[in-house]
């Protein structure tokens, strides 16, 4: 049995046509239905619904063989001890700083103010403003980031941006790009050992279906 972790939403929608490509069928519809553990058209091939952020935790720990999960999760989470033979350009974003309109971010970088940065995203902010030398407290939040520079909770926010609409619809402007992200396939090492030929197979069908997508 291969087992393969994904997360509800974009990571799912996304993935569909991948393992379409490599002729696998999902058979429920995670939206609709209750159950975590999905069948494919495969029997050998089930797939598990986590989530995001427990993805490395699943195929680390060998909950499931295979993952697929953002590189922001991946460099967060740590993903040592994880094989990551393939960046799968879904769910594409980027990971910025963005403040309130009104708030002069430049100015309170030059005078070496002390930033307090809402994230959920520490490690990453932790290393971006400490490259660039600014003095920051970092605040951990689990979600809608969005609400900290608005509530006063925080000057500027870490959060991925996709199109920009939810940073323009909270009235908040991006003005550092700290990295690209897209998601990545990652595999338990132990498992690429012992169940190497179907595993080799569906990484060759990812690493084909996302060339072909790449030319289309
Ligand atoms: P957007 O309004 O298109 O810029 O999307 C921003 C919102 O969607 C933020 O709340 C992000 O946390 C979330 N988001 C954007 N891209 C992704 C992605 N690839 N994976 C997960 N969440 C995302």
Redesign the pocket.
Known sequence: MITLALSK???FDDTLPLLRAAGIEVLDDPEKSRKLILDTNQPGVRVLIVR?SDVPTYVENGGADLGIT?K?TLIEHGGQGLYQPLDLQI???RISVAVRNDFDYERAVKQGSRLRVATKYVAIAREFFAAKGVHVDLIKLYGS??LAPLTGLADAIV?????????R?NHLVEVERIMD?S?RLVVNQAALKLKQAPIRAMIDAFAAAVAAQAKA
């Open positions: 939403g974009r990571i995001a953002g922001d769910a594409k974003c980031m969005e959060d991925l941006v996709s199109t920009g609409n939810t940073l619809a992200i998601s």
